[in-house]
C-alpha cells in the first residue's frame, strides 16, 4: 500500500467513526397543505429562523421549565425566568411577548411567546386560539415563514399525544389564513399574510405530530 493510499484510508476511518455533529435535522414536507407546512425535528432554541413561536402556561412555580424551554432560557441567561411573573407576562390565554434575543443567544432573529393559561386545566382545544395567533402575529410583523414550537411537554403536561396538539394549532393557523386570504382578495388587509409553517416536534413524536397535521388539513379542505 502506498502512503497515498495509506493516508486516504486513514481519513475515510476518521469521517466513518467522527460523530455527525453538523448532520442537518429531519425535515418531513406535508402533502396538500392550502399552505406549506413541514415538520423539524429540532429543539426551538437551536433553530434559525426569523420568527420562533413558543408556548407558556401561567406564570407559576409550579410550571416549571424543562427541556428545550430550559434550554432557551438558558441561552437567554435567564430571561424567560426573569419575566415569568404575574406583574410582567402571567401567561394567561392568548397572552403575547414578542423578543429580539441578544446577539449570540439563540438563532432566531425574533422570539414570539404564546401565553397558554392554567396547566391544570390545560385542553387542546386551546391550541386553536393559539394557531391563529401565530399566524395573526406572523403576519402582523412581516414574517412569511414562521417556526412553531408548542412546548406542551416541555411545560410539564403530557397526557395529551403531540397529534392531537398539532391538529387544533394547525386548525386554527389555517382557519386564521382562510380569513385572511378574503381580505386580502377584497383589498382589505395591510398585511402580507403567512406563506409557509414549520413545526417543531421531538423526533419521537414526528409520526404523532405528522398525524395530527394531516387530519387538520383533510377538516380545512375535504376532497
Excluded: W
Aim: charged share 20%.
Amino acid at each position: 500500500m502506498t502512503t497515498k493510499t495509506k493516508l486516504a484510508s486513514a481519513f475515510s476511518l476518521v469521517l466513518l467513526t467522527c460523530p455527525a455533529s453538523h448532520a442537518q435535522p429531519d425535515v418531513i414536507d406535508i402533502k396538500d397543505a392550502p399552505i406549506p407546512i413541514q415538520i423539524l425535528a429540532q429543539s426551538p432554541a437551536e433553530t434559525t429562523t426569523d420568527l420562533q413561536a413558543i408556548c407558556l402556561f401561567r406564570s407559576s412555580p409550579v410550571n416549571a421549565l424543562h427541556g428545550s424551554l430550559a434550554e432557551t432560557n438558558e441561552k437567554l441567561k435567564g430571561l424567560l425566568e426573569r419575566i415569568r411573573t404575574p406583574e410582567l407576562f402571567d401567561g394567561e390565554l392568548g397572552e403575547t411577548l414578542l423578543i429580539a434575543p441578544p446577539k449570540g443567544s439563540l438563532g432566531a432573529k425574533k422570539l414570539l411567546i404564546i401565553g397558554l393559561g392554567d396547566s391544570q386545566s390545560f385542553s387542546p382545544q386551546r391550541m386553536q386560539l393559539v394557531g391563529e395567533i401565530l399566524y395573526t402575529e406572523a403576519s402582523r410583523i412581516g414574517v412569511a415563514h414562521p417556526f412553531f414550537a408548542p412546548t406542551i411537554l416541555d411545560g410539564g403536561v403530557a397526557k395529551f399525544t403531540t397529534g392531537e396538539v398539532a391538529e387544533q394549532v394547525i386548525g386554527g393557523f389555517l382557519r386564521a389564513a382562510a380569513a385572511h386570504k378574503i381580505l386580502q382578495d377584497a383589498k382589505a388587509s395591510a398585511s402580507p399574510g403567512v406563506t409557509g409553517l414549520t413545526y417543531l416536534a421531538g423526533a419521537q413524536n414526528v409520526s404523532s405530530t405528522r398525524e395530527g397535521i394531516e387530519r387538520a388539513i383533510s377538516v380545512a379542505s375535504p376532497k
